[in-house]
């Protein structure tokens, strides 16, 4: 029997509503502020919530010395489509040289890592 439940991946950032917008854009849903603290309801999968972290210290990809912290895997339809429209919307490429995996990575504004899969 589990313990307990995912209630919301919650990703530590300088500025909240515009990492939470990033991500509306990108997966859709609404951002809700309630002062440090925003979510971004109405998406399917997993809750996302954002919370203001003063000195926040992006992680750094690839580093087999120190850990990225996490990343999201975001399933996409079309990569080269998805990958446009990422970049338009802020993200930043760390790695996607590949054509050929099913994968990409990619960094949000705030450095978070994340990949779009055509899994």
Request: contains cysteine.
């Amino acid at each position: 029997m589990a313990v307990a439940k995912l209630g919301a991946v919650v990703l530590d950032c300088p500025d909240p509503v515009a990492l939470a917008g990033f991500y509306a854009e990108l997966l859709g849903g609404k951002v809700e502020q309630e002062e440090d603290w925003v979510d971004l309801t109405g998406v399917t999968g997993a809750p996302l919530a954002f919370q203001a972290a003063p000195g926040f210290v992006a992680p750094e990809w690839p580093r087999p010395d120190a850990s990225q912290q996490f990343h999201l895997d975001l399933t996409v339809e079309d990569l080269d489509a998805a990958e446009k429209q990422v970049l338009a919307l802020g993200a930043t490429v760390l790695e996607a040289e590949d054509r050929q995996r099913s994968f990409r990575v990619y960094a949000d504004p705030a450095g978070h890592p994340f990949c779009l899969c055509a899994c």
